[in-house]
Nanobody, 115 residues
Framework: QVQLVESGGGLVQAGGSLRLSCAAS????????LGWYRQAPGKQRVMVAL???????NYADSVKGRFTISRDNAKNTGYLEMNSLKFEDTAVYYC?????????WGQGTQVTVSS
């Protein structure tokens, strides 16, 4: 079983930056990918950024050029660097990791951007 714990969320002014972390513990059956999703109040959870096992990335159009997804294998930690934050980036951010057997989710971390 894999557990994910997000951190790094908080309150930031528009134009500011935050770095979210996703620490993984437990045993994975091969790493296949890391993702960040977000859910704003009253809205569905949507993909923000994906990082595949081969290093390829995919970003939502709304965050391209502002957000960067990465991982540190040695630390079993994934990251989401968020720059030039906008009010509409306000949401609960969830990390997810999937291996050959299952997909795992963290509990979420709140990001609030004040305009």
């Amino acid at each position: 079983q894999v557990q994910l714990v997000e951190s790094g969320g908080g309150l930031v002014q528009a134009g500011g930056s935050l770095r979210l972390s996703c620490a993984a513990s437990g045993t994975m059956s091969g790493f296949n990918g890391l993702g960040w999703y977000r859910q704003a109040p009253g809205k569905q959870r949507v993909m923000v950024a994906l990082l595949a096992y081969d290093g390829s990335t995919n970003y939502a159009d709304s965050v391209k050029g502002r957000f960067t997804i990465s991982r540190d294998n040695a630390k079993n930690t994934g990251y989401l660097e968020m720059n030039s934050l906008k009010f509409e980036d306000t949401a609960v951010y969830y990390c997810t990791v999937w291996d050959t057997k299952s997909i795992y989710w963290g509990q979420g971390t709140q990001v609030t951007v004040s305009s």
